[in-house]
Structure formats: C-alpha cells, structure tokens
C-alpha cells in the first residue's frame, strides 16, 4: 500500500483507486479487530458444546413489549446465573414493576431462585440439572425398583428399602 501511495498517477485511475481503497479500508477494519481481540476483559464463551465465540456476551431485560429496561455487559465465560440480580435492580431502578421473571435454564441456579423468592417475583425457568439432580455422577444415580419396594444405586452400590406403612 505504501507503494501505490507514492504513485499519483495510480491513484489517479478509478480502477485502481476504488480497489485501493477497498484493501486500505479492510487492512484498517482487521488492524481495529485485532486490537479489541487482545483486550484482557475478552473471553472464549460457549452458545452449545459445538459453538464457541470470543468476546463479551450482553445480558438484557426487557418487558413484554420488548423494551430493554436494563443491560449487564460482561466476557464472554462469564455465565448468566449471577446478573440475573442486577438485570432485576437496574429494571426496578428504571421504574419497572416487576411481578415475573422469565429464562432459559441458565437463570435458574438456586440463588437465583432463593433471590426472586425473597423478592416476591415469580421466576419462570427451566431448572437447570445440576438444581434439580445435583452434580451427581452417572454412576451414583439412584432408580426406584417398584416391585422391589426400594431404591437403588445403578451400580448396586446401595439400597434404601422404602418403609412399610400399616
């Protein structure tokens, strides 16, 4: 480029010019994201196990009409359990009466869920597994054998024999 710059007479030719500045303005755009792609606050995140980005995720509130009552920028690792709270005090701080809560599963971590109960707020999302089965190995899972009257460790590990009522 640095070439071509000292040629007015290149320049001069609109073939040439337009294609220059093309390259210029794309040199300059790569130049730009790879600077913001160093920054220290940017992160890998996760959108599935497959799909991967690097950079910042937003989280947003919004009513049902779809107007953002709040924003809570943060990297992209950064999971969606913990803004849940400030996305909530930054919308009541706008002046937003909030009666319900709705999510993915990812907003559905237990303090989440002893927050919106505190709040009086009816929080509406799926529970996320590690809530609702714990963080329990595969092998450690527990089934109920009906005709047995119990439950029991997939491994065979443990029992509890249901009790007997009269």
């Known amino acids: 480029m640095a070439m071509i710059e000292k040629h007015d007479e290149l320049l001069a030719l609109p073939a040439i010019s337009q294609k220059f500045n093309d390259l210029k303005e794309a040199v300059e ?11 220290e606050e940017a992160r890998i995140g996760y959108k599935s196990a497959d799909t991967f ?21 943060t990297s992209g690792e950064k999971s969606d359990v913990p803004v849940l709270e400030e996305l909530y005090q930054k919308s009541k701080n706008n002046a937003v009466t909030i009666e319900s809560i709705v999510g993915d599963k990812a907003y559905s971590g237990k303090n989440n869920i002893e927050f919106t109960k505190k709040e009086k707020v009816h929080l509406v999302a ?36 249901k009790a007997k009522t009269g």
Not at 29 to 39: F, G
Not at 57 to 70: C, V
Request: include cysteine; glycine fraction near 6%.
């Open 29 to 39: 755009d790569d130049l730009e994201r790879l600077e913001s792609s160093v920054k």
């Open 53 to 73: 980005f690097y950079g910042y995720k937003e989280h947003l509130a919004m009513t049902d009409e779809h107007i953002i009552t709040a924003c809570v920028v």
């Open 126 to 161: 799926k529970l996320h597994l590690a809530v609702s089965k714990g963080f329990r190995k595969k092998e450690d899972a527990l089934f109920y054998n009906k005709d047995a009257g119990f439950f029991a460790c997939l491994e065979g590990h443990m029992a509890i024999r």
